[in-house]
């Protein structure tokens, strides 16, 4: 777990906060490990990898994440649950479809001893839209143009939807631009992290909420995907 010291001292994580992070990692990646034996959670099972694939990669988007946050198709709790994990004065609701994975989560979160996150199993569509959140991560869930519709309805007007994309996004984020116009959104800046430790280019594309979304969004019976706005 030496790499990922360096990088929340890097970060400026307080020492002390910095030890009960590097603690509380240790015991998610192990957990991970012994759960992902018994069902498919997670493709990448070297315990370096999840250091930096999946904890350090979750946190890229760190400087960005504020008040109330959710994160939507967040799997084994990626990047919401690592979040939460540095930003324990923030809570965190963390969200799935895969009843399994939302006790998976719920069980990690007691053993870390973690009180500001959550697991909710729902899919987006079938969330209460009277439900809203400062900030919405996402990451490796569908493309831009859907993942908009799952997301965008929820974040409260002037808060932000961030979503996790790979170095080359450009197609995505041009196909978008009419679904995050319609759901009430604005491209505020797209952000280029190197992931630390790895050779690895993450884009963040930050997404500002100017309006209310029409109440007709998401759309259900898988209609964002099929039929993309």
């Known amino acids: 777990m030496r790499l990922i010291s360096r990088y929340l001292q890097s970060i400026n994580i307080p020492t002390d906060k910095a030890a009960d992070a590097e603690n509380k990692f240790r015991v998610y990646r192990d957990f991970l490990i012994e759960q992902n034996k018994l069902f498919n959670l997670t ?14 990669d979750s946190l890229a988007a760190l400087p960005y994440v504020n008040g ?17 994990i540095v930003m324990q004065q923030n809570e965190f609701a963390l969200i799935d479809s895969l009843n399994k994975r939302v006790n998976f989560l719920n069980e990690l979160r007691d053993k ?53 994309k790979s170095d080359d996004c450009e197609e995505e984020i041009n196909e978008a631009k ?9 491209i505020e800046d797209v952000k280029q992290v ?28 898988n209609k964002p995907k099929k039929q993309p706005l």
Request: glycine residues 8%; contains cysteine; aromatic residues 8%.
């Open 43 to 56: 493709a990448i099972t070297d315990p370096q990898e999840i250091v930096t694939k999946h904890f350090i």
């Open 68 to 84: 109330k946050v959710a994160d939507i198709g967040t799997g084994a709790g990626f990047p919401g649950m690592v979040l939460a």
């Open 194 to 221: 190197n992931v630390f430790g790895t050779d690895i280019v993450r884009k963040l594309v930050l997404i500002k909420k100017i309006k209310e979304t029409p109440q007709k969004y998401p759309r259900s019976q």
């Open 178 to 186: 009419t679904a995050i116009k319609i759901l009430g959104g604005k």
């Open 112 to 164: 870390l001893g973690l009180t500001n996150a959550h697991a909710i199993h729902s899919r987006a569509e079938d969330l209460p839209k009277t439900q809203t959140y400062d900030t919405i991560v996402s990451r490796a869930v569908s493309r831009l143009n859907t993942l908009c519709e799952y997301c965008l309805p929820f974040v409260k007007t002037g808060g932000t939807f961030i979503s996790y």
